[in-house]
């Protein structure tokens, strides 16, 4: 079975950066996205940022475009999330989650997302 370990959340202040880190494992013989999704209090989920292990392809939500990077590690089993010039706004629970098969994930819609790991609270202080 796909399982997903998020980790790496914190509180920063207004302009620094945070890296996320989603480590991977289980995966079946298949092509995959790995998407990492974020919830502010009071919000709904939205998508971030994606990565295909295919084609390496990636993908971002405009209000993250320049300032997030999304990567898989040499071993293609961990996938970063380096957010930098974080903003307040930026302040949510971050969840990655895995697609297994399909194209719909890189619109990074929830509904394209099998499996979901836990969330990491990152917080951005003004």
């Known amino acids: 079975d796909v399982q997903l370990q998020a980790s790496g959340g914190g509180l920063v202040q207004a302009g620094q950066s945070l890296t996320l880190s989603c480590a991977a494992s289980?995966?079946?013989?298949?092509?995959?996205?790995i998407g990492w999704f974020r919830q502010a209090p009071g919000k709904e989920r939205e998508g971030v940022s994606c990565i295909s292990n295919a084609d390496g392809r990636t993908y971002y939500a405009d209000s993250v475009k320049g300032r997030f990077t999304i990567s898989f590690d040499n071993d293609g089993t961990t996938v970063y999330l380096q957010m930098n010039s974080l903003e307040p706004e930026d302040t949510a629970v971050y969840f990655c989650?895995?697609?297994?098969?399909?194209?719909?994930?890189?619109?990074?819609?929830?509904?394209?997302?099998?499996?979901w790991g836990q969330g990491t609270q990152v917080t951005v202080s003004s």
């Open positions: 989650a895995a697609a297994i098969g399909g194209a719909f994930w890189r619109t990074l819609r929830e509904e394209g997302y099998d499996v």
């Open positions: 289980g995966f079946p013989d298949a092509d995959y996205g």
